[in-house]
C-alpha cells in the first residue's frame, strides 16, 4: 500500500478538501500511473452530492484520467514504464460474461467496478482521479497517443467515448443528420466527432450564445430550443439525435424531430425520470435510446481515432484549489468545455 496526495468529497455538502488515499501495492497485471491531468465530469458533482444515491464517504473522484506509467507488474505485457496513458469509467469488470467477452466491459452482466465509488476486487472502495497516482489493472489502461496534449486528453476518457459510442454504434456518417443537444462537455465533443465521422450536425441548444463556437467545431447549423419555432422547421429532420444535458426535455418534442426510424439517444442523466408518449414514437417508427460509455477496444479506437482527425476538448486548465470554484461553475454552465485539473498542484 502507498498513501497519495488526493482531493475528496467528506460529505454530500461540505465542500471538497485536500487528503490523502490508499493505493493497492502494484500486483502482477497491475500498472502504477502518476498523473498529470483529471478531468472535472457533471458525473463526479452528481456523485458527491448523493443525486445518483449512496455515496462511500469520504470519495474521492474524477475519471478523466492521463498521465504517465512509473511502475508495471512482472506480467504486464501492454503498458511499458514511461508509456503516455489513461484511465475513464472503469477500472476491471467480471471478464466472464457475454458482454464482457463481446468487448462491452462497460455493459459487464456483473457490474463493472467504477473509477470511483466502485468496489475494487481487494474489497475497498475505488478512489478517483483527482489525487497524484492510481494503480489499475493493465487490462483498463489505455494508450493516449502522442498527437494528443496531455491536458486535452483528459475528457476524451469520459465525455469522449461516451458520444463516440453512440455515433458509431448508430453510425453517424455521410448522409446522415444528427443533432446535438447541449453544447456543453459532451456536446461540444459530440459536434467535433460527428463533424469528423462526415454526419451533417445540427446542435439543438437553449440560446445562441454559443453558435459561432458550434460551426467552428464542424456543426452546419445551430437553433434555439427556447425558440417555438425551432421544433415546428425541425421536425422530421434527424437520423439521430444525442441528448448530452443532464436536466429534463420536452421529450415529445424533441421525438417529433426525428425522421422515420429515427433515434433519440439520452447521454446525459437527469436525476429525475424522462416520461415519453408513446404515440410520439408510434408515428415514424422512431426509438428512444440510452448508451453509456464505450468498452476498452472501443475507447482505444476513439483515441486513436480523435488523433488522426485532430480532435480535442477545448479545456480550461485549473489548479487543485480551484476544484469547489469550479464545480460551481459547472453548475452555472461557466466553462468551454470543460476544466482539468494540473495534478502537479497537488504534489
Same mark, same amino acid.
Given at each position: 500500500?502507498?498513501?497519495?496526495?488526493?482531493?475528496?468529497?467528506?460529505?454530500?455538502?461540505?465542500?471538497?478538501?485536500?487528503?490523502?488515499?490508499?493505493?493497492?501495492?502494484?500486483?502482477?497485471?497491475?500498472?502504477?500511473?502518476?498523473?498529470?491531468?483529471?478531468?472535472?465530469?457533471?458525473?463526479?458533482?452528481?456523485?458527491?452530492?448523493?443525486?445518483?444515491?449512496? &455515496?462511500?464517504?469520504?470519495?474521492?473522484? +474524477? /475519471?478523466?484520467? %492521463?498521465?504517465?506509467?512509473?511502475?508495471? $507488474? @512482472? =506480467? #504486464? *505485457?501492454?503498458?511499458?514504464?514511461?508509456?503516455?496513458?489513461?484511465?475513464?469509467?472503469?477500472?476491471?469488470?467480471?471478464?466472464?460474461?457475454?458482454?464482457?467477452?463481446?468487448?462491452?466491459?462497460?455493459?459487464?452482466?456483473?457490474?463493472?467496478?467504477?473509477?470511483?465509488?466502485?468496489?475494487?476486487?481487494?474489497?475497498?472502495?475505488?478512489?478517483?482521479?483527482?489525487?497524484?497516482?492510481?494503480?489499475?489493472?493493465?487490462?483498463?489502461?489505455?494508450?493516449?497517443?502522442?498527437?494528443?496534449?496531455?491536458?486535452?486528453?483528459?475528457?476524451?476518457?469520459?465525455?469522449?467515448?461516451?458520444?463516440?459510442?453512440?455515433?458509431?454504434?448508430?453510425?453517424?456518417?455521410?448522409?446522415?443528420?444528427?443533432? &446535438?443537444?447541449?453544447?456543453?462537455?459532451? +456536446? /461540444?465533443?459530440? %459536434?467535433?466527432?460527428?463533424?469528423?465521422? $462526415? @454526419? =451533417? #450536425? *445540427?446542435?439543438?441548444?437553449?440560446?445562441?450564445?454559443?453558435?459561432?463556437?458550434?460551426?467552428?467545431?464542424?456543426?452546419?447549423?445551430?437553433?434555439?430550443?427556447?425558440?417555438?419555432?425551432?421544433?415546428?422547421?425541425?421536425?422530421?429532420?434527424?437520423?439521430?439525435?444525442?441528448?448530452?444535458?443532464?436536466?429534463?426535455?420536452?421529450?415529445?418534442?424533441?421525438?417529433?424531430?426525428?425522421?422515420?426510424?429515427?433515434?433519440?439517444?439520452?447521454?446525459?442523466?437527469?436525476?429525475?425520470?424522462?416520461?415519453?408518449?408513446?404515440?410520439?414514437?408510434?408515428?415514424?417508427?422512431r426509438s428512444f435510446a440510452g448508451s453509456s460509455i464505450g468498452g476498452i477496444a472501443e475507447t482505444q479506437e476513439m483515441l486513436d481515432f480523435c488523433a488522426e482527425h485532430g480532435i480535442a476538448p477545448q479545456v480550461e486548465v485549473i489548479s487543485a484549489d480551484a476544484v469547489n470554484e469550479a464545480y460551481?461553475?459547472?453548475?452555472?454552465?461557466?466553462?468551454?468545455?470543460?476544466?482539468?485539473?494540473?495534478?502537479?498542484?497537488?504534489?
Amino acid at each position: 500500500m502507498s498513501t497519495v496526495n488526493a482531493i475528496a468529497a467528506p460529505s454530500a455538502t461540505d465542500p471538497l478538501v485536500r487528503t490523502t488515499v490508499e493505493r493497492r501495492a502494484v500486483g502482477p497485471r497491475d500498472v502504477l500511473i502518476e498523473i498529470r491531468y483529471a478531468g472535472i465530469c457533471h458525473s463526479d458533482i452528481h456523485t458527491v452530492r448523493g443525486e445518483w444515491g449512496k &455515496v462511500p464517504y469520504p470519495l474521492t473522484v +474524477g /475519471h478523466e484520467i %492521463v498521465g504517465q506509467v512509473t511502475e508495471v $507488474g @512482472a =506480467e #504486464v *505485457t501492454r503498458h511499458s514504464v514511461g508509456d503516455r496513458v489513461g484511465v475513464g469509467c472503469m477500472v476491471n469488470s467480471c471478464r466472464e460474461c457475454d458482454n464482457c467477452k463481446a468487448g462491452q466491459e462497460q455493459y459487464c452482466l456483473n457490474g463493472n467496478v467504477g473509477t470511483y465509488a466502485g468496489t475494487d476486487r481487494d474489497g475497498t472502495v475505488t478512489q478517483g482521479g483527482y489525487s497524484t497516482h492510481i494503480v489499475v489493472d493493465e487490462d483498463f489502461v489505455l494508450r493516449v497517443p502522442e498527437a494528443i496534449p496531455y491536458e486535452t486528453a483528459a475528457p476524451l476518457l469520459c465525455a469522449g467515448i461516451t458520444t463516440y459510442s453512440p455515433l458509431a454504434h448508430w453510425k453517424a456518417g455521410p448522409g446522415r443528420n444528427v443533432a &446535438v443537444v447541449g453544447m456543453g462537455g459532451l +456536446g /461540444h465533443m459530440g %459536434v467535433k466527432i460527428a463533424a469528423a465521422m $462526415g @454526419a =451533417e #450536425v *445540427t446542435v439543438l441548444s437553449q440560446t445562441l450564445g454559443k453558435k459561432d463556437d458550434g460551426l467552428a467545431f464542424g456543426a452546419k447549423h445551430y437553433y434555439a430550443t427556447s425558440d417555438p419555432a425551432t421544433f415546428k422547421e425541425l421536425a422530421n429532420t434527424f437520423d439521430l439525435i444525442i441528448n448530452t444535458v443532464s436536466a429534463p426535455i420536452d421529450m415529445g418534442a424533441y421525438l417529433r424531430m426525428l425522421r422515420l426510424d429515427g433515434t433519440l439517444v439520452a447521454v446525459g442523466a437527469p436525476p429525475e425520470p424522462l416520461p415519453v408518449q408513446v404515440f410520439s414514437l408510434f408515428g415514424a417508427r422512431r426509438s428512444f435510446a440510452g448508451s453509456s460509455i464505450g468498452g476498452i477496444a472501443e475507447t482505444q479506437e476513439m483515441l486513436d481515432f480523435c488523433a488522426e482527425h485532430g480532435i480535442a476538448p477545448q479545456v480550461e486548465v485549473i489548479s487543485a484549489d480551484a476544484v469547489n470554484e469550479a464545480y460551481e461553475r459547472v453548475l452555472k454552465s461557466d466553462v468551454r468545455y470543460r476544466f482539468v485539473i494540473d495534478i502537479d498542484t497537488l504534489r
